[in-house]
């Protein structure tokens, strides 16, 4: 079986190179994406193994079937950027739906006591031997309410952090999870009781844009948004017009919704077109990582091994509890 691995980073190589070994599973790696302009390199393999940023779009899917790929194996959990109605009958997609939720909960976490306890600022200026504290003040998170959006496992994570804490967790999901340790409200409440709004739900027509222009308006004053879920869950816009408006705190943000050609790579080089994130990275109550959220060791090595056992039950004809499928979705 050999498979065309695309938007290959270093840290891809050693747990995908290992578990294919032990399936019989072979990896190209190329370090390009995959998109209508490079599908062709796919010609001659079986599969393809694609991350959040490549394009699987319509024309995608019908050149890699031209080319006579069996299937598309997404070694991440979000799959928005695959056109599941398209491919159904035609083409077999399979995901990654859990690898390591802490990895993805610890994140958030972090970036929150980064920007509220202004690490990123103390850490600069210890470097430049300044060690005044004036305008580093914080608060506690102990006592203050975090509203978190989506509590499937990295959101239910999340919560058990948040009760660490002290903090009083209220939660919103469209299928409450009795053992999440929080209290399910409406949207709208969570909206306006939260000092903290975490985002852990996938991206979907529904939840598009959820943080958005009229959203914004009924927040709390000061409140702090955190999202490394799908960027498009924010209108970056509007998220911009809040924090400049006064009445978001701050942001902490692992995802953008045009990040596919920006994240991932060193632009630092480069003048950054995009000019709403060039105006939300200057922003001294923004705190911006690159997707990281999923990068360690233990996510690392779980996504590879379970993409090689998705791929290897496809290729023993077995059925693959992984596999999504636009009438299952529906």
Not at 48 to 72: A, G, H, P, R, S
Not at 116 to 134: E, M, V
Request: a negative charge; one cysteine or more.
């Amino acid at each position: 079986m050999k498979v065309a691995f695309f938007d290959t980073k270093p840290y891809d190589k050693p747990s995908f190179e290992e578990f294919g070994e032990k399936q019989g599973i072979k990896y190209k790696f190329f370090e390009t994406k995959l998109n209508i302009d490079t599908a062709d390199l796919a010609k001659g393999y079986d599969g393809v193994c694609v991350f959040v940023n490549d394009t699987v779009n319509k024309e995608v899917i019908d050149k890699l079937c031209q080319n006579n790929i069996k299937f598309i194996a997404l070694r991440c959990a979000g799959f928005n950027n695959v056109d599941i109605k398209h491919a159904y009958g035609k083409i077999k997609v399979f995901r990654v739906p859990a690898y390591s939720p802490y990895a993805v909960a610890e994140h958030a976490m972090a970036m929150l006591l980064t920007s509220i306890r202004r690490i990123h600022k103390a850490y600069i200026r210890t470097k430049d031997f300044n060690f005044s504290l004036n305008g580093l003040t914080g608060f506690d998170l102990h006592g203050k309410t975090v509203g978190i959006v989506g509590t499937g496992k990295i959101g239910s994570v999340f919560a058990d952090i948040c009760n660490g804490f002290g903090m009083n967790v209220i939660a919103y999901d469209k299928y409450p999870n009795e053992k999440v340790n929080a209290k399910y409200v409406s949207l709208e409440q969570l909206f306006g009781q939260s000092d903290i709004i975490s985002l852990h739900c996938p991206l979907t027509e529904e939840t598009e844009y959820l943080i958005n222009k009229r959203s914004i308006e009924r927040l709390k004053k000061g409140v702090v948004i955190i999202n490394t879920s799908r960027g498009a869950l924010i209108d970056a816009e509007a998220l911009l017009e809040g924090i400049k408006s006064r009445k978001i705190g701050a942001a902490c943000l692992d995802v953008y919704e045009e990040e596919s050609d920006l994240f991932f790579e060193d632009n630092s080089g480069h003048i950054l077109e995009d000019d709403t994130l060039a105006r939300l990275i200057t922003m001294p109550n923004v705190i911006v990582t690159s997707h990281q959220a999923f990068l360690t060791s233990e996510a690392l090595y779980s996504i590879a091994e379970t993409t090689t056992k998705n791929i290897a039950s496809f290729m023993n004809n077995e059925k693959c509890e992984n596999e999504i499928c636009h009438k299952c979705q529906g």
